[in-house]
């Protein structure tokens, strides 16, 4: 397995949770890394992704203020955490190899398995 998310759960609204992306050391070294979700009914869409090399980050609209996207080499893991969060963010999240493309974030070779993050009251 290259990618490996966890940490999703059921929150209520304005709450938090962190998803956690183990991947193997190779690909964190040599790959960015970045979140995706997709929600009911709805397309899948770029969460965040950040850079192998400078670390730099990049977020979707929806993601901005509330999101950060973070790394920690030692333990080959992303992380994304979620503040505030709202009905609206709830979806399977999925890690993987990420670029941005004219603004655009795409997923590219690796996938992990999804975790659903469910927002409710």
């Known amino acids: 397995v290259q990618l490996q998310a966890s940490g999703g759960g059921l929150v209520h609204p304005g709450e938090s949770l962190r998803l956690s992306c183990t991947a193997s050391e190779i690909i964190l070294n040599e790959y960015p890394i970045g979140w995706f979700r997709r929600a009911p009914g709805k397309e899948r869409e770029g969460v965040s992704c950040?850079?192998?090399?400078?670390?730099?980050?990049y977020y979707a609209d929806s993601a901005k203020d509330r999101f950060t996207i973070s790394r920690d080499t030692a333990k080959n893991t992303v992380y994304l955490e979620m503040n505030s969060l709202k009905a609206e963010d709830t979806a399977v999240y999925y890690c993987?190899?990420?670029?941005?493309?004219?603004?655009?974030?795409?997923?590219?070779?690796?996938w992990g398995k999804g975790t659903l993050v469910t927002v409710s009251s």
């Open positions: 950040i850079a192998s090399g400078d670390g730099r980050r």
């Open positions: 993987a190899t990420c670029q941005v493309v004219v603004g655009a974030l795409l997923g590219t070779h690796y």
